[in-house]
């Protein structure tokens, strides 16, 4: 073996043991996630860092909530926009991914096709960049994250982590923000517009989300909500 070839294989060795190590890291906290809130998300640290290199105001709002403390609009509104076979799939929803496929193959555009737990996953672990490795490890974590925490967990967290504007992060802070009222009296509408923010909730603001929000409200209604 070359000096090269042994360079090449230490280096695959320590990437290995990383990645290891990594995965292993988040397991464990998976295991913690069942009884104990996060008090940050890695995508909270993420925001916090790219204000310092921008030099950008930051101002951090979030409170964690029981699930009970979030009105049943409001989380029906969410899995319909986000994740509408939730319930059914184990993580991962192979349908919605070819149906994205297939009307990428019409449009030339690929849109997201991201279950719930996946998203929960890059949040609280991973950072929003688009990488393979970053995917990998998402993959990677989410069969185990639906083995450990189970659906309601998994909803509970999401609703309680994900970014609802700059700085805004979970149900009960988007709406004491964008609303003034707590997540719990977050009505049909409102609840429909704060989901039509979640894809890009750094651009999008729910006083615009009108046709998006009927489009979510006419699939809550073909689901039974």
Same mark, same amino acid.
């Not at 925001?47 to 009105?71: D, M």
């Not at 049909?188 to 615009?208: E, H, I, W, Y």
């Given at each position: ?10 280096l ?25 809130? *996060?008090p ?16 950008? *105001?930051?101002?951090? /709002? ?5 699930? !009970? ?9 969410v899995?319909?926009a986000?994740?509408? /076979? ?12 070819r !149906? ?8 030339g ?5 991201s279950? &719930? ?8 672990f ?21 083995? &450990? ?10 609703? !309680? ?25 977050? !009505? ?14 750094? /651009?999008?603001? *729910? ?10 409200q006419?699939?809550? /209604?073909k689901?039974?909500?």
């Amino acid at each position: 073996m070359t000096q090269k070839h042994r360079l090449l294989y230490r280096l695959l060795r320590y990437l290995l043991a990383a990645v290891l190590g990594f995965y292993t890291l988040a397991a464990l906290g998976l295991l913690a996630l069942r009884s104990v809130n *996060p008090p940050f998300t890695a995508v909270q640290i993420e925001r916090r860092v790219q204000s310092w290199f921008h030099k950008t *105001p930051y101002h951090k /709002r979030y409170a964690f909530v029981p699930l !009970n403390h979030i009105s049943l609009d409001f989380q029906h509104a969410v899995i319909a926009a986000e994740d509408s /076979r939730f319930y059914q799939h184990h993580g991962f929803d192979w349908e919605e991914v070819r !149906n994205a496929i297939e009307e990428e193959q019409e449009d030339g555009r690929l849109r997201g096709a991201s279950t &719930i737990t996946q998203q929960l996953v890059k949040n609280l672990f991973l950072t929003t960049s688009r990488s393979f490795v970053r995917k990998g490890i998402e993959y990677l974590l989410v069969p185990i994250a639906e083995r &450990i925490l189970g659906k309601r967990r998994i909803l509970e967290l999401y609703l !309680n982590v994900v970014e609802w504007g700059s700085g805004v992060y979970g149900a009960e802070a988007a709406a004491q923000y964008h609303y003034g009222i707590g997540a719990a009296l977050v !009505n049909r509408d409102q609840g429909t517009r704060l989901a039509a923010v979640l894809p890009s909730p750094l /651009r999008r603001k *729910p006083s615009r989300m009108s046709e998006y929000s009927a489009r979510i409200q006419e699939r809550m /209604r073909k689901m039974g909500w």
